[in-house]
């Protein structure tokens, strides 16, 4: 019995495995691939008969992404006609089926169709909500299988630009963007305004507005959101305009189209920098708007407003509307536009407009050379100018002092001070301030070989006074010196021009003086105005030297205006036997002083050059005299070694052999009196006036040492203009016309 039983137990616990394994399973359709735009079916089917489940009533649930999805229809399969079904697909996103019946569901496979769009691209899931999913009251039991859907993008195509604005003539390039399919076809809504080719260029052909589309060979189609405008008029500036900094330029509108509509009226807005440009006039001449009533004018800002009206249509017999004329300002550097706005004629045709540019032309920083200058009256100075564009215009500030050439000759007429101006051929200007120009030289000599052990009188000299001046009736200032060996004594007039005057002399110190000189015969001739008495003191040795320095120097209180020059002095044992001789000639016999006793070992000599000390040369000579002829031109010493004491003997000047140029080859005349060379003192250039031309002259300048600095030709010349290089000092000009030769002295200050 209780073996039966047990037998009757499994046999139950088999049956219930084997209806738990037939329970059915409801399924969404999945793995389904859908194009956005596109409506499609889902299928909730279920995959085992259900008629020995004797389902009598059901409810399913799922959710679903309504961002993708749409539901727009369900449809009930025959297994369900007897039921009383019910959907509900509030709220969106999910969908509930409902139904019942007195007869149950038979069969397998699909019970309900739902029918969705899909909106956009990607992946949706369908996903039973299995809380809610029940069939009869709870049994048989069920399982679900969820479902999905992948929604690809719907193709598209997308033209670009939407808008435009285009002259006549004018092309443009449309693209096209998205996954359309080939062929394209393109097209316009107005070929009267505009045409397309296959490749989307636009051409402008008529005054109006369209649009364009395309289409692709599936159908889909896409066109312009805004028109595409074209208008007949079209107006530009010119692009990199340049001009100099301060100079006028016309920038001209240029137009088209204007033939084609009758335009009488008109304005427009021109924008820009106003540190670069300012406007000056509108010029209509040989314009479209020269028969027309115009107004033009800037506001701050750098803006210009124009308008126009015209009792007749503007004609088109010009490519400009008008040409605009500004000034570039002097200090401009930057660049501008030149920007269109607010362009319209008629009151409502709109122009095309191409913006322009400018940008001014620096102008170069020039220079003058030299960059400084002191002159006097009767004085000529070369200056150059560079950096520029040629030619250079030169001026003066005033022209009373001094004048200047187209060449940069500048000539000194009078005492004052002036500026020397230079422009160049764009405009570039430069000044060279404050030179100023004396009316005469007062000055000393320089390198005066003075005794030492001595008082001096050492000569201040004047050139002569101006016509356009006054003469000379006073003289006053301050005299020093810079050795503290010399001692300022007084100022002597006796064999002076100033001989007679009054004089009051102030010591300031052992080297330094104030004077005043004043009399009643006035001078204005070239000479020695008066001398400087120095006491050469002990401490003063040969070859010392010293600056003789002006200061505050006044003549007249204030005119003529003089240029103080200093000068300088050099200390030197002076002999009985100093002599001069011309070059070649012997020195005589040199002889040394009785009072000198003891052992000579050798006779020395060395050319004296001031401010140096040159080398001895031995001559090897034991007797108390000797005579000798110096190899070179200048100043010769002579000394003798006494006991290995160096005694000097003699001070010999060799001078170049005087020959005259006169017409008589054997004439020996020293110097032709004739001649004139000015100025003397000069400060490097001189002009010598030989009175009658010559046909061949050979002049040297020769220095204090003999040296010849500098040789210059002339044919058929009767005056020369001569520079003398090289430091200031003594220089002899050697004239030489044939066999003919005479030697002129000039001084050269420093």
Request: charged residues 15%.
């Amino acid at each position: 019995m209780k073996h039966t039983i047990y037998i009757l137990l499994c046999c139950l616990a088999f049956t219930a495995q084997a209806i738990r394994a037939q329970d059915p399973v409801f399924s969404l359709s999945a793995g389904l691939q859908v194009t956005a735009g596109e409506t499609f079916e889902v299928h909730l089917s279920v995959n085992s008969d259900l008629s020995p489940q004797n389902v009598l009533a059901y409810s399913f649930a799922f959710t679903y992404n309504a961002s993708l999805l749409e539901i727009k229809e369900v449809h009930y399969d025959t297994k369900l006609q007897s039921f009383n079904n019910i959907n509900n697909t509030l709220p969106v996103g999910k969908v509930t089926l409902t139904g019942a019946s007195t007869s149950q569901i038979e069969g397998s496979g699909t019970l309900i169709t739902l029918t969705f769009e899909a909106l956009a691209g990607g992946n949706a899931a369908l996903n039973f909500m299995a809380n809610e999913c029940v069939l009869n009251e709870g049994m048989p039991t069920a399982s679900f299988q969820n479902g999905s859907i992948s929604i690809a993008h719907k193709p598209v195509i997308a033209l670009s630009p939407n808008t435009a604005f285009l002259a006549i003539g004018q092309t443009l390039q449309c693209n096209l963007s998205g996954s359309g399919t080939t062929p394209f076809s393109w097209g316009v809504t107005h070929p009267e305004v505009a045409s397309v080719s296959e490749s989307g260029l636009v051409t402008a052909l008529g005054h109006g507005t369209t649009k364009v589309f395309v289409e692709d060979a599936a159908g889909l189609r896409d066109t312009t959101d805004n028109f595409i405008k074209v208008t007949a008029l079209s107006l530009s500036f010119p692009g990199d305009l340049q001009e100099w900094q301060g100079w006028e330029l016309d920038i001209p509108v240029n137009a088209t189209g204007f033939d084609l509509l009758d335009v009488v009226s008109g304005q427009l807005t021109l924008g820009y920098r106003a540190d670069v440009l300012q406007f000056i006039e509108a010029k209509t001449n040989g314009t479209l708007l020269e028969h027309s009533t115009i107004s033009a004018g800037e506001v701050p800002g750098g803006q210009l407003n124009l308008a126009f009206a015209s009792t007749t249509p503007l004609n088109a017999s010009s490519d400009q509307l008008v040409v605009l004329r500004f000034k570039v300002l002097p200090g401009a550097t930057a660049s501008t536009t030149l920007n269109f706005s607010n362009v319209v004629f008629n009151e409502a045709i709109a122009a095309f407009t191409t913006n322009g540019s400018f940008s001014p032309k620096i102008l170069p920083i020039l220079s003058i050379s030299p960059a400084s200058a002191t002159m006097v009256a009767g004085d000529t100075l070369m200056f150059t100018a560079s950096n520029g564009h040629e030619p250079y215009t030169w001026s003066t500030s005033d022209q009373r002092v001094a004048r200047v050439n187209e060449a940069g000759r500048l000539i000194a007429y009078e005492g004052g001070i002036m500026d020397l101006i230079v422009k160049d051929a764009v405009g570039a200007i430069t000044t060279l301030k404050n030179i100023r120009v004396s009316d005469m030289r007062v000055y000393f000599p320089t390198d005066t070989l003075e005794r030492i052990n001595s008082v001096t009188l050492t000569r201040c000299l004047i050139d002569a006074v101006p016509l356009a001046r006054q003469a000379v009736s006073s003289i006053e200032g301050e005299i020093s010196v810079s050795n503290a060996h010399i001692k300022v004594l007084d100022i002597a007039t006796e064999g002076s021009l100033t001989e007679g005057w009054q004089k009051i002399i102030t010591p300031i110190s052992d080297q330094r003086i104030r004077f005043y000189l004043a009399g009643s015969t006035p001078f204005r001739s070239k000479g020695t105005a008066f001398y400087v008495s120095m006491e050469l003191m002990e401490g003063f040795k040969e070859y010392d030297r010293s600056a003789i320095l002006f200061h505050h120097l006044l003549i007249n209180e204030g005119a003529p205006i003089p240029e103080p020059i200093s000068g300088s002095l050099e200390g030197k044992h002076f002999t009985d036997q100093d002599k001069s001789i011309y070059l070649g000639e012997s020195t005589g016999e040199l002889i040394v002083p009785e009072s000198e006793e003891g052992t000579i070992s050798k006779w020395q000599k060395r050319k004296r050059l001031p401010g140096q000390t040159m080398p001895w040369t031995d001559l090897e000579i034991t007797a108390r005299q000797i005579s000798d002829i110096p190899e070179e031109l200048g100043e010769w010493e002579y000394n003798v070694l006494i006991d290995g004491v160096s005694v000097k003997v003699a001070n010999i000047l060799v001078l170049p052999i005087p020959v005259s140029l006169g017409p008589d080859i054997n004439t020996e005349d020293n110097l032709n009196p004739a001649f004139k060379i000015y100025p003397n003192p000069t400060t490097g250039q001189l002009f010598l006036d030989l009175k009658k031309a010559h046909k061949q002259l050979t002049i040297n300048i020769i220095n204090i040492g003999g040296q010849r600095v500098a040789e210059k030709r002339f044919n058929n010349q009767r005056s020369v203009q001569l520079d003398i290089p090289g430091p200031g000092g003594v220089y002899f000009i050697e004239i030489n016309a044939g066999n003919r030769k005479i030697v002129l002295k000039a001084i050269k200050h420093q």
